[in-house]
Structure formats: structure tokens, C-alpha cells
């Protein structure tokens, strides 16, 4: 990991799974999965490639999509900064469910949420997005 990698993933660790946390309390998973939504909004990321591709240059981890159902989209997040977020006990990833919500709603035109499932053996988050 470069330099540059190694000071933005710190920092993504130190707000996202230290400052916020504390000063948002329980509504930390709400309020970031709305965070992600506007983040999306933002930033146009309704492309499937732009949502990966953003995904890696802010280290939040490997964005695949595995499956594409009828009402749903499933996608796995990976990578060294997941395997570390979990390692060190962060099991929030409200931010990148609510990213991936608002992407697949843009692209769909309709209404979608998403749901975390992590999987401590392969050091993985499962994403679903739903629509």
C-alpha cells in the first residue's frame, strides 16, 4: 500500500469507526446510511463502474457485484480494509449500504434499500440491495 493509500485509509478508519461513532451515538448506522445515499447523489454514481471505481480510491474495499436478481442486486465488499476493519471490531458499513442503495436506485429508477451481512471467515461483507 502506498503512502497516500496508508494516511487515507487511516483516516477512513479514524472517523468512521472512531469520532463518529462517539459523537452520533445510536443513530451512527442511520444517519451514515443516509450519509451514503447523499454521498452517491453527489458524486453521480449511478454507474455501476463509477460505484466500484470510487469504492478503491476512497479504500473502502472491493466492490464486486456477484449477482443480479430479478428484485435484487447482490454485491461483496473486500479487500485489505475490510479484513482490518473487522479484525479491529468495526462492524458498521452503513455508508457503503446506503451508497449502493441509492446507485441501484438511480440506475433502476425505483425504490431500493440495502442489507449488511458479514462473513468473519472470509473476511467479507455481503451487501444486498433490494428493489
Known sequence: MSEHNEHVYFVNQLYRDFLLPTILGGDTPAILYW??????????????????????????GDLTVVKERRASIIFTLSGQPISDRLASGSREFSLESGMIAEAVEQARGRSAEAEISIDDKKKSVQITAFF
Not at 450519509?35 to 473502502?60: P, Q
Open 35 to 60: 450519509a451514503g445515499k447523499r454521498i452517491t447523489r453527489k458524486y453521480a454514481l449511478s454507474e455501476m463502474e463509477d460505484l466500484i471505481e470510487f469504492f478503491k480510491m476512497a479504500e473502502f
